[in-house]
């Protein structure tokens, strides 16, 4: 179990998956830089986190649902939350559904899967019920996937946290090796990973710049 002290925004699961020095540079390092993606994300992350609360009979829909979990030492906030009536009279469960808005299209990595895993075991642990199901919600085609939590997503997700954790207390910057995922990275400018034996630490490679 984690305390408070030790939280870690949720959305930076998405950033280890996607490169760990990535990850380093925006969580130990602090930095960073809008591009054309994340600034079409926060866009639509924007949208959804609009406060509005829908009420239907069966359903209850609220956005910029604020999520916390100890076990996993993450927070942050579910873009939409659907509140599904299961059950009727004193019976009634409503079971959160999160749904989690992406721009892009589906990848084919599980980093989206990981993060809706991460919000649906945030919202066990803070209302004790259990979250067998979300949905990802794609920009580029409009689409809504359905996404089972089953164990084998539980149990990446579980060590995708505990490493990131890991990381984060490491305070090390790993070094840049350039892939073809580079391109779409914000923080390609600042990382340099085409650099030979690029800078270990930006805050580092800057200070150098600045001393020169
Ligand atoms: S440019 Fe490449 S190596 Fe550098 S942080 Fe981005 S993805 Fe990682």
Request: aromatic share 6%.
């Given at each position: 179990?984690?305390?408070?002290?030790?939280?870690?925004?949720?959305?930076?699961?998405?950033?280890?998956?996607?490169?760990?020095?990535?990850?380093?540079?925006?969580?130990?390092?602090?930095?960073?830089?809008e591009n054309l993606f994340t600034a079409q994300g926060r866009i639509l992350h924007e949208?959804?986190?609009?406060?509005?609360?829908?009420?239907?009979?069966?359903?209850?829909?609220?956005?910029?649902?604020?999520?916390?979990?100890?076990?996993?030492?993450?927070?942050?906030?579910?873009?939409?939350?659907?509140?599904?009536?299961?059950?009727?009279?004193?019976?009634?469960?409503?079971?959160?559904?999160?749904?989690?808005y992406k721009r892009g299209?589906?990848?084919?990595?599980?980093?989206?899967?990981?993060?809706?895993?991460?919000?649906?075991?945030?919202?066990?642990?803070?209302?004790?019920?259990?979250?067998?199901?979300?949905?990802?919600?794609?920009g580029k085609?409009?689409?809504?996937?359905?996404?089972?939590?089953?164990?084998?997503?539980?149990?990446?997700?579980?060590?995708?946290?505990?490493?990131?954790?890991?990381?984060?207390?490491?305070?090390?910057?790993?070094?840049?090796?350039?892939?073809?995922?580079?391109?779409?990275?914000?923080?390609?400018?600042?990382?340099?990973?085409?650099?030979?034996?690029?800078?270990?630490?930006?805050?580092?490679?800057?200070?150098?710049?600045?001393?020169?």
């Amino acid at each position: 179990m984690y305390t408070e002290d030790d939280l870690i925004p949720l959305s930076a699961l998405q950033h280890l998956l996607f490169c760990e020095r990535q990850c380093a540079l925006i969580h130990i390092e602090q930095v960073w830089q809008e591009n054309l993606f994340t600034a079409q994300g926060r866009i639509l992350h924007e949208r959804a986190d609009s406060g509005i609360i829908e009420s239907r009979r069966d359903l209850r829909i609220e956005s910029g649902v604020p999520l916390r979990s100890l076990r996993l030492g993450l927070i942050g906030k579910a873009d939409v939350v659907e509140f599904h009536r299961v059950g009727i009279g004193e019976g009634t469960l409503w079971r959160p559904f999160p749904v989690e808005y992406k721009r892009g299209q589906p990848k084919k990595d599980n980093w989206d899967r990981v993060q809706l895993c991460a919000q649906a075991i945030c919202l066990e642990e803070m209302l004790l019920v259990e979250v067998p199901e979300g949905a990802l919600f794609y920009g580029k085609n409009r689409r809504r996937q359905e996404v089972r939590i089953d164990e084998e997503l539980r149990r990446e997700t579980e060590q995708a946290a505990a490493r990131l954790h890991e990381l984060v207390r490491s305070g090390k910057t790993p070094l840049a090796r350039y892939e073809k995922k580079c391109k779409s990275c914000s923080l390609m400018t600042l990382c340099m990973p085409k650099v030979a034996g690029a800078a270990k630490s930006v805050n580092r490679y800057i200070s150098q710049v600045l001393a020169e």
